[in-house]
């Protein structure tokens, strides 16, 4: 657990999450222990006593408050306030949205407030984005051993379909999964150990997703998650996490950031698949002449 590309902001508005990603590394062991344990039932487990939290992860109870402070936090109190702020953030609808940015919008256009948000979203994003993972999944993505699947949800299945889009391009043995999931057993039993797949879940998570996932994981699939700041459920069963700050002064997400993250592993996975992704790419092109679709002139 590696520190993004960027330094932490002592002043930033961290998720509990994110403050222990950052931090891992100065941790002690005892407090890694805790921490792994907190991450891997995030965030029902910080809700529990000091006593229950030290039990559940195999530490003392001091070590619990002790890590609490280490965070930045007052204390084990502080950090569970945080918490529970955190999952009232991740169950808000459109409706709540729009109560609390009317409550707190400033007296600027909407083009200035949203695009302030959206920059905010990218500098926070890319600060805590583990390059280790990226380039993990880009070779994950880009192994012609493995097919790979991919999945989203109401809103974040245009993301999936933009993914597939490309990705097909570039190599074979890409599927998009169908919003539908009552047909979603159907992929699971295609699916072999080492395939892939891609899941996109933000905020109020989708109850089929995360058990298309818990399908794909006992099948030895290895799953990529796209996610928000606080985190699917989704990430219990994925191996690689990408958390994209999605906030924005609107009733609905913003898909920007994680676009863009999206866009910068395309890039990377046409840069490494090297000429035979250039071959597949003008064979495309051929077929494209062939049938007339696109305008040349």
Not at 36 to 55: H, R, T
């Amino acid at each position: 657990m590696k520190e993004g590309v960027g330094s932490m902001d002592p002043q930033e508005e961290l998720t509990v999450a994110e403050r222990i990603r950052g931090r891992y590394e100065a941790l002690t062991q005892a407090e890694r222990q805790l921490a792994s344990a907190l991450l891997a039932n995030y965030p029902v487990l910080g809700l529990s006593s000091v006593a229950e939290v030290g039990a559940a992860a195999g530490v003392s109870s001091p070590t619990v408050v002790r890590m609490a402070k280490k965070l930045g936090y007052d204390g084990f109190p502080d950090l569970q306030s945080h918490l529970r702020a955190e999952i009232e953030a991740r169950i808000s609808n459109p409706i709540n949205k729009i109560d609390h940015w009317s409550e707190q919008a400033p007296d600027t256009h909407i083009v200035n407030r949203f695009a302030d948000a959206v920059m905010d979203n990218l500098r926070n994003t890319l600060r805590h984005l583990s390059i280790d993972d990226f380039d993990t999944v880009v070779r994950l993505l880009a192994d012609p051993e493995r097919r790979i699947y991919l999945v989203g949800g109401r809103i974040t299945r245009s993301l999936a379909d933009y993914f597939f889009t490309h990705l097909h391009v570039i190599r074979d043995g890409v599927t998009l999964i169908p919003p539908n999931a009552n047909t979603w057993p159907h992929y699971v039993l295609e699916m072999r150990p080492g395939d892939v797949l891609v899941v996109f879940d933000v905020r109020r998570y989708e109850r089929d997703t995360a058990r298309f996932a818990r399908m794909a994981r006992s099948k030895d699939v290895s799953i990529v998650a796209f996610t928000d700041q606080w985190g699917s459920p989704v990430m219990k069963e994925a191996e690689h996490a990408f958390h994209c700050r999605i906030e924005v002064p609107s009733a609905w997400d913003s898909s920007v950031v994680t676009l863009l993250l999206v866009e910068m592993m395309i890039a990377a996975l046409q840069t490494r698949t090297g000429e035979d992704g250039i071959k597949r790419l003008r064979t495309l092109e051929d077929l494209f002449d062939q049938t007339k679709t696109l305008r040349k002139s």
